[in-house]
């Protein structure tokens, strides 16, 4: 199964909302990648981005390679806070297991909304 | 312009794109765009090809032959390019002569692993029914190596501080009640960091992590028929892959992020990690056993052979692997430094050491290769380096293992010796004195950290087991009491196993607690079998390696039933940690070299000043100067331990105490719970300065100051 992205950009540039649908695998988080970097550019023309909002409710599959992707979000912006709205059992579990759990926030709402 | 011109394709076969590949690194890896190189060797194969399945697919979707053009020397590569290395299992088949009598093996209908693979699919869960029809069970992957390590490298403590605790990955957190999310897993050992640093220990060495086949000849018990299985692990399939059935995220193929995690964790705690690893042979038995990897490679490149091609067996398994082969040599290499750069590996101890000091045909060697090159290897630098100094063919190193001034070793000698003080044996004496301090007989050049001192190990009785039974109980084995040491110089205290007599109880308990004293009090490297803090019970069994069960599984419950053993665990170790003196890097010099009155350590008997080595001693006390610390370069406390296994009590002339100073009593194995130990700092006044009475089988440690 694809990957299908959509992303929100707050006006202010300071939340970025990446609606996650399908499954990501070695393929298809490059397109994970590629779309966080785009929104980077993008919050940076705004102002200062805060929050990373990643909505996992319709991802089915997250592989090894997605889990970098997160790593990745948080190396490149330490001081962004990542929150993952309502992970699947076997993606939470994933998290929880490889020490992830630390670098995000599981919420069940958006912060914006 | 930063575009590779090397890395685009220029075949294709059945769809699949691909050109000639990278040699180095051996394996398979990632390359930036995606791409993925595959490389592996054989001396005396005629042809490689490239197996490829989908995950879990029982049939390959296509096999890649190597051309020549792809071989350069004896290694085969290539590299492929658009597939999802994530849903990708792969192998090789290897052609050339069935000359089992040249030491040739090779059989083109079997699908190998690749001995470099960084991980194994098929045994991702413990204990999963597998699928026994499958043409290829034990499955190479592809892994991303990358991780987030935040800072962290290899901890580096001194080996002379380091406290070890052996453990067993599973049967840690198996058990109901240690009450963790993912039982038996890595991620669970994680959820236990806290409970061991209450402990107190400051290095975790694991019992076999490395991919194993839990299944391997699994059978029936008779009397209960209940499965059993290859529980320890000691049967490596693949040195480079982490056991993925021991990960939560195994069935996820992350169990090399999970292993990694633990590891970060566990250094942020101060906790060091050493692995078990075994060297000495693989899964694949003897001329019987399956094809796996390494047979069908290069037989008789990775094998011991007799000179009919049979498989040389010091390891007692079947098939000996052919350590100092330049080739395999290499191999164990790659491996540890692997383990230790992507890892964060602190150090190895090795099973049956001895082998790796074996030649080709078998013959011990004085200046063996491998043994050489891991000293001095520059990425393994301060790695710890520990052998098992013997191996099942009869070679026996305890004092000889060639050490290069960086290997330690598993002292068996001060095992033994201590069980033998601790059952009242006589004539222990003269060798409790050089065991005590580190074993300047053994080790005159290499000091006291060559020796890494235990009572118990996953090989034997646990400690509660050591002074409950007279004898083995392995019946639940199913090899008829056949299997196991016979040699346990152990003591039942009176009964043989569990009773209800307080007496014996009392005792065994105090014993336990002499054991725990003279281990954390004797120079070298103590080492803690898993459980024996709380009084752990394997009910007599000590040859656990098939059990899935509670007779493995660390009963947590224990912590309470055996508080008092925790506790004294807990304080005898604390006590270590506070008092350098316990701790030095070199042997003693048995005179005063700090003009402090005392000499840096000196023994003492019934009298002061008088150490009975005779036949029928038992009764053994030492002093530490204090201004002896570390080779005088700390002052501590001055520590007098008396130690009487008579079974009656003695008294003990205590030798004076410098500069006004008081003896105060520290632990008491003697008394009852709640009087036997205290705190560092809160030890009380001795009454009597000139004098004490030590109980029948107990140790006394007083402190001065």
Redesign the interface.
Known sequence: MALSITTKMSQDGKVATLDLVGEI???TA?EFKKELEAAFVESEKLGTLKYLVLNLEGLEFM???G??VF?FA??TKPDLNIHVIKPQE?IL??L????LMHSVKIVSENPES | MDIRIDLSPTHEYKGIKYRRGQVLPFGSSVIDN?AINFSVYSSSATSCTLVLFKKKAPEPFVEIPFTQEFRIGDVYCMTIFGL????LEYGYRMDGPFLPEQGHRFDKTKILSDPYSRALGGRDSWMDDPNWCNIYPHRSRI??Q?F?WEGDNLLEIPIEDLIIYEAHVRAFTKHDSSEV??PG???ALREKIPYLKELGINCIELMPIYEFDEWEHSRENPETGETLVNFWGYSTINFFAPKAAY???GK???Q???LK?LV??LHRNGIEVILDVVFNHTAEGNEHGPYISFRGLDNKVYYMLTPEGYYYNFSGTGNTLNCNHPRVRNMVLDCLRYWASEFHIDGFRFDLAAILGRDQSGAPLLNPPLVESLAYDPILSSCKLVAEAWDAGGLYQVGSFPAYGRWGEWNGKYRDAIRKLLKSESGIISELSQRLMGSPDLYPYRGPTASINFITCHDGFTLMDMVSYNRKHNEANGENNNDGANDNNSWNCGIEGETSDKAINFLRRQQIKNALTILMVSQGIPMILMGDEMGRTKNGNNNTYCHDNELNWLNWKLLEQNADIFNYAQKIIHFRKAHPVLRNKEHFQHRDYKDAGLPDISFHGTRAWYADYSQNSRVLAFMLSGEHAKGGTITDQTIYVGINMYWDGLEFELPQTQHNKKWYVFANTSMPDGHDITEVGEEQILVDQQKIIIGGRSVIILVSK
């Open positions: 695998d070695s393929l490059r592989s090894s390679a889990l970098r790593i948080n190396q076997a579990d994933a929880e297991k490889t020490g | 995606g999802n290395f994530e849903d892994i991303h990358d987030d999310h993912s897993t890595f991620s990960a939560a995220t996820y193929g992350m090399v992020d999970e995690t970060k964790e």
